[in-house]
């Protein structure tokens, strides 16, 4: 499967709109209190940080190695004709 390339631009309309609908919520809607709002935003950036910290310990990991595939041999497979020490 291929990777395909990240698209800053889906990325940086997301977040404008996401930003659009977030101050609309909040200064029309009166769902939170500014100091409510800053703390939200606190929270968010450190759930954001410790994500981004996460994903890149785990690419970091190495891949375990993969063994050969033996269970498609051609025909049957006898103990007596092929030995294993």
């Known amino acids: 499967m291929n990777r395909h390339p990240f698209r800053w631009q889906s990325l940086a309309f997301g ?3 996401l930003a659009a609908v ?6 029309k809607q ?7 709002l800053s ?3 606190s929270g968010v950036l450190i759930v954001l940080g410790v994500a981004g910290v996460a ?3 785990w690419q970091a990991r190495p891949a375990p190695a993969r063994t050969p595939d033996t269970s498609a041999q051609e ?4 103990e ?5 020490p």
Request: net charge negative; glycine share 6%; no cysteine.
């Open 15 to 17: 977040l404008f709109f």
């Open 39 to 41: 703390l939200t935003a």
């Open 55 to 57: 994903a890149t310990l």
């Open 75 to 78: 025909g049957p497979h006898h």
């Open 22 to 27: 977030g101050n609309w919520a909040v200064w």
């Open 30 to 36: 009166d769902l939170l209190t500014p100091r409510e």
């Open 80 to 84: 007596e004709a092929d030995p294993h």
